[in-house]
């Protein structure tokens, strides 16, 4: 399924419409990477939530890039990962790569979505009564505030 395609979801007797896609910032100082996630209320087209999980908000949220950093879409599509270094192995190999990551949240995961709407709709999002998009440019910083299910099912 194209991660593109509108998906649906029932929560409270009511439908929403999302997706996730991957893309680039024009305008980086450490990463172009991007999730961005689009809900909508069926039947409010005019005011979404469209979330941006920009792996540069990084450079905010974490003190040293060099020990933990969050990694966004890469190598998955819609998959963001808290990446933390280790020391390396004896005779200077590194850890392999999957035992690096230490949280993964799946975007493209119905129960990841189900938590992100709760969470807009209890504080900022009124789909039914807003004319207007609610666009939140700095989500990563969600991961640390949201408790979202972990893993890739």
């Known amino acids: 399924m194209s991660k593109n395609k509108l998906r649906k979801i029932k929560i409270a007797n009511e439908t929403y419409l999302w997706r996730v896609n991957h893309s680039h910032l024009e305008n980086f100082t450490y990463s172009k990477c991007v999730e961005k996630v689009v809900v909508y209320l069926e039947g409010y087209k005019k005011s979404p939530l469209r979330l941006s999980f920009r792996e540069e908000d990084n450079l905010v949220l974490k003190k040293d890039l060099k020990k933990e950093k969050w990694c966004v879409g890469y190598p998955d ?77």
């Open 77 to 153: 599509t819609g998959v963001i990962w808290l990446y933390t270094y280790k020391p390396a192995l004896p005779n200077n190999e590194p850890y392999p790569i999957e035992q690096q990551k230490t949280i993964s949240i799946n975007l493209n995961r119905p129960a990841v979505i189900v938590k992100l709407i709760a969470y807009f709709i209890e504080r900022q999002w009124k789909p039914k009564e807003n004319e207007k998009p609610l666009v939140i440019e700095n989500a990563l910083k969600f991961l640390e505030i949201i408790e979202l299910p972990q893993g890739y099912k």
